[in-house]
């Protein structure tokens, strides 16, 4: 062999020796980076130690100021097309903060009763922001407001590009369907610091507020290939996420309300399926109920029949004061029956609204308990995370529908292929949207009674 291909030869090697130890290098790295982000599970203060801490000292003084200049604008009744493309950008000291569709999202907190104040109050408070990390394999970065009322997450440009382009469709949705399971989505901004990328950003309700006595959460997709979180693989159990196959064996127990939760569900689906999306998730969560909360709940008096006041005009003049605080918009005074009775009044007369509720009970015309019933609404708690709240005869559940942004596109049909190859039979989160939406809603079905 003659030395030039001796020559040859060990460059060969030296390459090949090369590429290995790059991967072995990443394959550290990945390790290391899983390892630590696993063992650091949790929610944290964004202090001055804290690596995010300028980052999130900059949007809360970003958001103070953008929220300050919103707070002296009024409010549409009736939402425009340039509502939906509008985007503000407002200059504080070095930062540039954008404001994107502001008017669309001021309406639907309106609609939720949020005022401009406390939601101000919230997001720029004193305290630091918490951070929240989880075992999701989402890239995204999570913040919670000090009074964990409300999420703030990272977005990439094509989620943001994605959402505001279906942000119309979203808003028709609520409107139709306002106790939608959907998670509200209450801003989307982006920030500009001096020599830094520009970070996207969005706000929405946080499902599990109030979470106080909340004991167990999960995260559930509706399929099993991955889906499964050690219980005891992380030292914070108050914030661990558990996955669908954690869940098995379990059931989410509504009794009478279980109707209404897999219509909503089924419901919000096809919303989805429209959209061409997969991979969401339902959050769910579940607290007991306390023996004053379960006398409660059994009274008409402390239950209401709230509506979420359309976003595009004015709300109607109700006819009675409502018995207790309500989300702004018209109420329905109920009787102080208890629910119990009223239900065994139904079974006995068949006289209902087509939600368990007793017509003759309901000081409603029958023009607007129809449009009750079309609007697929339901008796809601008086909470202020309520359209996510549902009580059984024990628990308290938490319920939203997140994570509805990426697209069965290229990637993913190729990822679908992939993985039905490396996972023949069974069934994994990268399918067509019709089949995640079908499979989403048989859970819901298989696992509640």
Same mark, same amino acid.
């Given at each position: ?5 001796? #020559?040859r =030869? ?7 020796r090369?590429?290995w130890?790059?991967l072995?290098?990443?394959?550290i790295?990945?390790y290391?980076?899983?390892t630590?982000t696993?063992?650091m599970?949790g $929610? ?7 690596? =995010?801490?300028?980052l999130?000292c ?5 958001l ?7 707070n *002296?604008t009024?409010?549409? !009744?009736?939402l ?7 985007a503000e950008?407002?200059?504080h000291k070095d930062?540039?903060?954008q404001t994107f569709a502001g008017?669309?999202?001021?309406? =639907? ?7 401009e ?5 919230s ?5 630091c922001?918490?951070? %929240?990390?989880? *075992? ?8 919670l407001?000090?009074?964990?009322r409300?999420?703030?997450k ?7 590009? %994605?959402?505001l382009s ?8 609520l409107?139709?369907y306002?106790?939608?399971?959907m $998670?509200?989505?209450l801003g #989307?901004y982006s920030?500009q ?5 520009? @970070?996207?950003?969005?706000?929405? /309700?946080?499902v599990f507020y109030?979470?106080? +006595?909340?004991?167990t959460r999960?995260d ?5 290939v991955g ?7 992380t ?5 661990k ?7 098995e &064996? @379990?059931?989410i127990?509504?009794d009478?309300? +279980?109707s209404?939760l897999v219509d909503?569900?089924?419901? !919000?689906?096809?919303f =989805?399926r429209s959209l061409? $999306?997969?991979?969401?998730s339902i ?8 023996q004053?909360?379960? !006398?409660?709940?059994?009274?008409f ?5 709230r509506?979420v006041?359309?976003?595009? /005009?004015?709300s ?5 004061p409502?018995t207790?605080?309500l989300?702004?918009g018209y109420s329905?005074?109920?009787?102080s029956?208890t629910i119990?009775?009223g239900? !065994?009044?139904?079974q006995?007369? &068949?006289?209902h609204s087509g939600h368990g509720i007793?017509?003759q009970?309901?000081?409603r015309?029958d023009a607007?308990?129809?449009?009750? /019933?079309a609007h697929?609404r339901r008796?809601l708690?008086?909470?202020k995370n309520?359209?996510?709240v549902?009580d &059984? ?5 938490f319920?939203g529908?997140?994570d %509805?942004f990426?697209?069965?596109g290229?990637?993913k049909?190729q990822?679908n292929l992939?993985?039905?190859?490396r996972?023949? &039979?069974?069934? %994994? ?10 499979r989403f809603? /048989?859970? $819901? ?5």
């Open positions: 062999m003659d030395k030039r291909s001796d #020559l =030869l060990c460059h060969f090697g030296t390459a090949r090369r590429r130890w790059g072995r290098r990443r394959w790295y990945i290391i980076t899983f630590f696993w063992r599970l $929610v944290f203060k964004t202090n001055q130690e804290h690596d =995010l801490c300028s999130t900059l949007m809360k003084e970003g103070h100021a953008v929220l300050q200049t919103s *002296n009024t409010v549409p !009744d009736k425009s097309a340039e509502h939906y493309k509008s950008t407002q200059v930062l540039e903060m008017p669309v999202f001021a309406s =639907l907190r309106r609609s939720l009763d949020i005022t104040e406390e939601y101000q109050r997001l720029s408070s004193h305290g922001y918490l951070q %929240f990390i989880s *075992n999701s394999k989402s890239k995204a970065d999570f913040f407001t000090n009074d964990k409300f999420f703030l990272t977005q990439n440009t094509r989620e943001v590009t %994605f959402f279906n942000l119309k469709a979203y808003m028709d949705h409107e139709k306002p106790h939608s399971l $998670v509200r989505f #989307l920030i610091i001096p020599n830094k990328t520009k @970070k996207y950003f969005i706000v929405m /309700q946080n109030p979470d106080e +006595r909340i004991n999960y559930i997709k509706g399929c099993e889906r499964w979180t050690d219980p005891a693989s030292e914070n159990p108050v914030t996420i558990l996955k669908d196959n954690n869940f &064996g @379990k059931h127990i509504l009478k309300q +279980r209404w909503q569900v089924e419901i !919000d689906s096809a =989805l061409n $999306v997969l991979d969401y959050l769910l969560a579940h607290q007991p109920l306390h004053d909360e379960l !006398d409660r709940k059994h009274s008096s402390n239950l209401s029949m509506t006041k359309p976003m595009d /005009q004015d109607p003049a109700e006819e009675d409502p207790i605080p989300l702004e329905a005074r109920l009787a029956d119990d009775s239900l !065994d009044h139904v006995n007369t &068949g006289e007793p017509l009970e309901v000081n015309t607007e308990l129809l449009e009750f /019933q697929h008796l708690p008086n909470l309520s359209v996510h549902i &059984g005869p024990k628990l308290r559940y319920v529908i997140v %509805f990426t697209v069965y290229v990637k049909r990822e992939w993985k039905s190859l996972f023949p &039979g069974r069934a %994994f989160s990268t399918v067509s949207p019709a089949t995640y939406s079908q809603c /048989q859970w $819901v079905k298989d696992h509640t009674k």
